[in-house]
């Protein structure tokens, strides 16, 4: 494949290990990259290795940060009572678009997966009871609707009902601007269980 | 959209800018990266900055390479008395693919575009007419099957023409596997005009 010289292919076969970009897509970033004013690309090389550098968990949350504090759990204006738990950071920052909620969360890093060999011991479970030990009031579980969020879903209520912490589990339903026709039944079948009266 | 704190945010916003990344594409690659060994990223950064460092012209075909001769115009085995004249470095290497050119090559970087305002100055077409007066004996034409592409090889071939160098131009016609069906009209017209007898 040494078509362009060692350097270009060099750079394509890295770009190629990134996930979702193929072959194609890397010889056609590596060009556009080339062909780029050299600050640019200085600018996003450093932005690579410092976030790699520099990026940690928060120390309340487990979210990705490069503070000490994530800018939720760091922000007074926040609801510090509630929790949201989440699979990853990007499950955070989609419910921060939203702009409504007001608690905080906890990122898990993962879902309980027997098939993957992933027990609660391999995802941030622990430092959530540890959390439960302040004054929390309620934990909303936002896992993903999948058989490996709702196993976590299932486990963390349990384990957490005991200490008599409000529990709750987002709604399951048909997505707004979904069209029934193309709605898988489980789906059907969760958003009729879980009407609500109008 | 700071969910992430400002180093994340960062790199999300400088991998937007490339080509065919849009910002949710970014944040996976962002995250991904974050994940990934350390000296997975640094090896990654040096290629793009090594890269946008060291990539030039070939001094003889155009063509970007880290050398001063690119491969093709550097090896012995070529057939350097037949130049195959392309609009950029990667129409170069999807030739160089089939394995089965053994001329050189000469790269335009573009195509000439009243509409966009390119001209003949505009793209590498004084260096080729340099380049024939060597020893070539045949100038083959595979600039792309667009407007763009074909008036390039109008101009060109009439530039050529006068110094009794033979110019030839690639096959349009149906691609091998496709369907006669989906293929549009002016192609099928091609086609049948650069019939063959068999």
């Known amino acids: 494949m040494n078509y362009y010289g060692s350097q270009i292919s060099k750079l394509i076969e890295e770009l190629s290990r990134l996930p979702g970009i193929g072959p194609k897509s890397a010889g056609r970033l590596a060009f556009h990259m080339i062909n780029m004013p050299e600050e ?51 499950d955070l920052a989609a419910y921060e678009k939203t702009g409504k909620y007001n608690g905080v969360y906890h990122v898990l890093h993962g879902a309980i997966s027997p098939m993957l060999g992933i027990g609660p011991n391999d995802i941030k479970l622990k430092e959530l009871v540890e959390r439960l030990r302040g004054e929390i009031t309620e934990v909303i579980i936002a896992t993903n609707s999948t058989l490996e969020g709702e196993t976590t879903a299932m486990y963390i209520s349990k384990l957490i009902k005991q200490s008599g912490i409000k529990v709750s589990r987002i709604a399951s339903g048909v997505p707004v601007g979904g069209d029934l026709e193309y709605i898988d039944e489980v789906t059907l079948l969760r958003a009729l269980e879980g009407r609500t009266e109008i």
């Open 40 to 90: 640019q690309v200085e600018q996003l090389a450093e932005a690579m290795l410092c976030a790699r550098k520099n990026v940690r968990y928060c120390k309340e949350c487990y979210t990705l940060t490069d503070q000490e504090l994530c800018p939720v759990c760091a922000s007074r204006e926040r609801d510090h009572s509630t929790i949201m738990v989440v699979e990853t950071a990007r």
